[in-house]
T-cell receptor, first 116, second 112 residues
Framework: DAGVIQSPRHEVTEMGQEVTLRCKPISGHDYLFWYRQTMMRGLELLIYFNNNVPIDDSGMPEDRFSAKMPNASFSTLKIQPSEPRDSAVYFC??????????????FGEGSRLTVL | AQSVTQPDIHITVSEGASLELRCNYSYGATPYLFWYVQSPGQGLQLLLKYFSGDTLVQGIKGFEAEFKRSQSSFNLRKPSVHWSDAAEYFCAVGADDYKLSFGAGTTVTVRA
């Protein structure tokens, strides 16, 4: 079975450029999460969706960040304009939690972003 | 809001020796507790989880964890470590809002 698929795996861009990260969750999962991992701050939850609807975006650092989930099989995280401090590994995770909070998170392999 | 503390940043253990990773959580109600493992360049994988019932939880790869409410702890253990256990380990606590809060992680190095 295919797991959570993220693209690109690596992205190097220059400050000011737009960056779009993509995620395909596991089919049938009803929750999708975007996390950011840095050495300084560890794993931070940026935003999560339930049935394609954003539920909590309180972790999104600022207006330069936006996320969408147009359908159950696709989500994007966009940074515009990008800054060097956005350099991090961005993880997408999905979960089947219908009826409870105890579902396991299935993580993608991450997108490593470097902003020069 | 819930939070997790992993006091040990880095642990080095000999192959075949036992391993214990510490995790302390802060949450006002009954927590949902998890241990995840991350190998280099990979995403996180669930090792085990605790929601209720038996406080000693068995997971994959020979790991177990014990929930101690009085100590607000959920320590991870393995009786005999293999070289393939070298990785970063994250403790996480969940709440009814479906959000997980992760600890800073403990890096485990296994020496031959």
């Amino acid at each position: 079975d295919a797991g959570v698929i993220q693209s690109p795996r690596h992205e190097v861009t220059e400050m000011g450029q737009e960056v779009t990260l993509r995620c395909k969750p596991i089919s049938g999962h009803d929750y999708l999460f975007w996390y950011r991992q840095t050495m300084m701050r560890g794993l931070e939850l940026l935003i999560y969706f339930n049935n394609n609807v954003p539920i909590d975006d309180s972790g999104m650092p600022e207006d330069r960040f936006s996320a969408k989930m147009p359908n159950a099989s696709f989500s994007t995280l966009k940074i515009q304009p990008s800054e060097p401090r956005d350099s991090a590994v961005y993880f997408c995770a999905s979960s089947f939690q219908r009826g409870g909070v105890t579902g396991e998170l299935f993580f993608g392999e991450g997108s490593r972003l470097t902003v020069l | 809001a819930q939070s997790v503390t992993q006091p040990d940043i880095h642990i080095t253990v000999s192959e075949g020796a036992s391993l214990e990773l510490r995790c302390n959580y802060s949450y006002g109600a009954t927590p949902y507790l998890f241990w995840y493992v991350q190998s280099p360049g990979q995403g996180l994988q669930l090792l085990l989880k605790y929601f209720s019932g038996d406080t000693l939880v068995q997971g994959i790869k020979g790991f177990e964890a014990e929930f101690k409410r009085s100590q607000s702890s959920f320590n991870l253990r393995k009786p005999s470590v293999h070289w393939s256990d070298a990785a970063e380990y994250f403790c996480a606590v969940g709440a009814d809002d479906y959000k997980l809060s992760f600890g800073a992680g403990t890096t485990v190095t296994v020496r031959a």
